[in-house]
């Protein structure tokens, strides 16, 4: 039961994968044909790229992401309280 779970998961990765490729393929033609010019084409290409690359390296991301998290949080610097300095204001002299 686990096994064809695991694997029905699997196949639905690959699609939502697919389907995301696909829309960055639509968003990129909607720009062209909606302006015709480069430079919103290419802002959608490196948009839909980016995106596109991380739906697809999301195991990798969450790796990186844990990692930074428990590095954070095991090398933080300890709380430092101010000491007395100098009082700011009026003298009473």
Known sequence: MIDLLHGELF???G????AVSVAALAMVLY?????KAV????????????????VHHSDFLQQK???EFH???SNA??????GPGPRWGPSNG
């Open 71 to 73: 590095g954070a949080t």
């Open 11 to 13: 196949k639905i990765e």
């Open 77 to 82: 610097a300890p709380l430092v309280t101010p």
């Open 39 to 54: 430079v919103p084409v290419v802002g959608a290409v490196l948009f839909g790229a980016l995106i596109t690359w991380a």
């Open 65 to 67: 992401v844990d990692q």
């Open 15 to 18: 699609l939502i994968q697919a």
């Open 31 to 35: 720009v062209w044909v909606k302006t």
